[in-house]
């Protein structure tokens, strides 16, 4: 019972890490831009869910639409930001820009909202009994919104035209401009999609999570992890690495002194590098 | 020419000489020099001000401690000020310097290093024990005495620092007083032969309590049926519930930092039930787990604090409670009435020293009390004051629990104290 509570505790953690694995994955893979400010708009995500809950008094799954909506014209803009500094003095820019912009949101959040620990769970949906464990459907949705959109995302990128123009431009940017694949607009495009899963995966996590301001530094640790062991630009691989990231947390965590949580899922990552040391390399 | 070189040479030396003198000397009076704690030159005074250093997390997850203290500070010392200052330094009003550690442990002697270059008078704060390790290294060398507020750490006191002093409970002191609360709660609830499940925050903190409740716990009294340490940077808590939760242990008792205490709750409440009569969440803020969680934490037992309604509160509480609240718009918590007594014990201390000078301040110190109407808030114990090894001679603990969503005083059993109720989670 404890192991299939351990195992169930894993896998709900490890969507959250495969939710926020396949936005970075897009960002990096199709953007070529290592967004270090990725996990701080998870953190945006949570505090706008918290906002609304307060301010208007719409749940998460309420304030989908307009935050789906807020968060691709700030994704948009934060593209141009890219772009701009990217134009100006490359790669370096580009860090940069995410860092800064890491900064400057936890550092307004903090302002905002204090470091004081945050909780709310709106709306209030119950759960299910599974090991002898409460489930609450809070979890269980944003287990199946992590699955829905690696699914969509992959459909996306690998069936439709705009997909193809991603893969083509992420493989070689400048025979993809001669095939007539206007690069800049897709990189955008892929920053600020990646930027608007950061923002509605936070909205999806608030309900069961306690904030705080600097949470997104340890979701950024965690979509870092993801992405290497589930391969840059691969959205299934994202969810598969975030899942067993969450399960050898979960294990070593209840079985293991705790000391194991934070050690065990960089051993992982350690161990696949040798094994596979093309692991992380873009498709 | 030689002669000018020399005259000019002899004027450089003097110039060097007169800066050091000025810098060496610091405020407005000068005690000893070089006590116990060494070289201890006078600081933290200047036209009519006394400045304390407050060294503590204003910012990072202990911040939800940090700050509070820093506000009950304020209120302390704007209510010594009104009453007309240190009266034997000539009415001097005293300020609060602040420096934050950003609950970060490594910048405990970053920051005591910079407030000991401000010349503050005296340090007090800490919420992380591993921050007051540090920091206090720096001001016992510099002969500064520090009021711990917040680093319960045993290690805070038992290396014999003279300057080092524990203004609240520490691990020994309370790992005793929630054993002595168990033994009640078990009592009350009609738990024989109670067996408890521990989960704790590895941090100095945390080892060390675990250490003083098996101290505590001889013969043993309760059965530990299960006792295991998380990193102090854990945000996912759900292992640590599923691990307690299945111990099926008739208490569960958590010794961490406040977003712990909250994560836990709301762990128990909505996924992990147990079948536990009693959940200890020690290091929670009770404000806030109430003021997010509600119902949902009904039956958590968590550390009180002296609120208006409480029996026996002592004369200028209510006051000194509605001036925080105009100010803050909040109410105190624990640290709040931690900075506030840090204050007054460092304002009895100036005033009984008759000098901000590091060593008599520290001796002052040994001797000053706090009595109702005088600096102390809480209702028992009467008096505060500090013994030989420089803790409190008796430290206030009072314990709370959530019943229909509202905190109420459940021990010590002073008149009016509700009655417990098991945990349902």
Redesign the interface.
């Known amino acids: 019972?404890?192991f299939g509570?351990?195992v169930i505790?894993?896998l709900?953690?490890g969507s959250v890490y495969s939710m926020i694995g396949v936005g970075f994955t897009l960002v990096l893979g199709v953007g070529k831009i290592a967004n270090f400010a990725h996990g701080s708009f998870v953190g945006v995500g949570l505090y706008f869910a918290l906002f609304m809950w307060q301010k208007a008094g719409l749940n998460p799954y309420e304030a989908l639409v307009p935050g789906l909506l807020a968060f691709i014209l700030i994704g948009w803009a934060v593209a141009e930001l890219f772009e701009w500094r990217g134009r100006k003095i490359g790669e370096i820019g580009e860090l940069l820009v995410g860092l800064a912009l890491l900064l400057t949101i936890g550092g307004l959040l903090?302002v905002l909202y204090?470091?004081?620990?945050?909780?709310?769970?709106a709306p209030s949906l119950g759960?299910v009994s599974v090991f002898?464990?409460?489930?609450?459907w809070t979890e269980i949705i944003a287990a199946i919104f992590t699955l829905a959109l690696a699914a969509a995302t992959y459909f996306f990128v690998r069936l439709s035209r705009w997909g193809r123009a991603m893969r083509a431009v992420a493989e070689n940017a400048t025979a993809a401009g001669l095939y007539g694949v206007r690069a800049p607009i897709t990189q955008r495009a892929a920053v600020t999609a990646s930027i608007a899963i950061a923002g509605v995966s936070g909205m999806f996590i608030a309900p069961?999570t306690?904030m705080?301001p600097?949470?997104g530094t340890?979701y950024l640790i965690s979509a870092f992890a993801v992405v290497i062991i589930g391969g840059i630009g691969r959205t299934m691989g994202a969810v598969a690495a975030g899942l067993a990231i969450g399960v050898v947390?979960?294990?070593t965590?209840?079985y293991l002194?705790?000391?194991w949580?934070?050690l065990a899922p960089l051993l992982v990552i350690l161990g696949f590098l040798l094994v596979r040391p093309e692991a992380g390399v873009a498709k | 020419m030689k002669h000018r070189r020399s005259l000019a040479g002899l004027a450089a030396v003097g110039a060097i000489v007169l800066a050091a003198c000025a810098s060496g000397g610091g405020g407005a009076s000068t005690g000893g020099n070089a006590g116990t704690g060494g070289g201890a030159a006078a600081g933290g005074s200047t036209s009519g001000t006394i400045t304390l250093g407050e060294v503590t997390d204003f910012t990072g997850v202990a911040s939800t401690y940090g700050v509070p203290e820093n506000q009950g500070a304020q209120i302390a010392a704007d209510e010594i000020n009104a009453a007309g200052g240190i009266k034997s330094l000539g009415g001097a009003k005293l300020q609060i310097q602040k420096f934050d550690t950003q609950s970060n442990p490594d910048q405990g002697v970053t920051q005591a290093t910079a407030a000991v270059a401000a010349k503050i008078a005296a340090v007090f704060g800490g919420e992380i024990s591993d921050t007051v390790l540090g920091g206090t290294n720096v001001t016992q060398r510099a002969g500064i005495p520090w009021i711990d507020t917040g680093g319960v750490a045993d290690e805070v006191h038992k290396r014999g620092y003279s300057t080092v002093f524990q203004g609240i409970e520490d691990n020994t002191q309370e790992a005793e007083s929630y054993h002595a609360f168990i033994g009640f709660a078990a009592k009350q609830l009609g738990i024989a032969d109670p067996t408890v499940a521990i989960s704790y925050s590895q941090a100095s903190y945390g080892q060390e309590f675990l250490q003083a409740w098996q101290a505590a716990n001889v013969n043993p009294t309760y059965k530990v049926v299960s006792s295991f340490g998380y990193p102090l940077t854990t945000t996912d808590f759900s292992s640590v519930a599923a691990r307690m939760a299945s111990s099926n242990a008739d208490i569960l008792f958590n010794m961490g930092y406040p977003a712990d205490g909250l994560e836990l709750t709301q762990e128990f409440s909505a996924k992990y039930h147990t079948s536990a009569k009693l959940w200890l969440a020690s290091g929670a803020n009770y404000v806030a787990v109430v003021s997010q969680l509600g119902a949902k934490s009904n039956g958590t037992i968590m550390g009180y604090v002296p609120a208006p309604g409480m029996p026996g509160l002592p004369a200028g509480f209510t006051q000194a409670y509605q001036e925080y609240k105009k100010k803050f718009n909040t109410d105190p918590n624990s640290q709040s009435w931690s900075g506030y007594t840090a204050v007054y014990f460092l304002a009895a201390a100036l005033e009984k020293a008759k000098s901000t000078a590091g060593p008599a301040l520290t001796a002052a110190l040994k001797q000053v009390t706090l009595t109702h109407g005088h600096g102390n808030p809480y209702p028992v114990p009467a008096v505060l004051k500090f013994g030989q090894d420089n803790t409190l001679v008796e430290a206030p603990g009072y314990y709370t629990q959530v019943q229909n969503g509202a905190s109420v005083l459940v021990y010590p059993s002073i008149a009016d104290a509700a009655k417990l109720l098991p945990y349902a989670g």
């Open positions: 019972m404890f509570q351990l505790a894993g709900l953690t903090e204090t470091d004081n620990p945050r909780s709310f769970e759960g002898g464990a409460t489930v609450p069961f306690v705080t600097d949470a340890s947390e979960a294990l965590g209840g002194s705790s000391v949580t934070t």
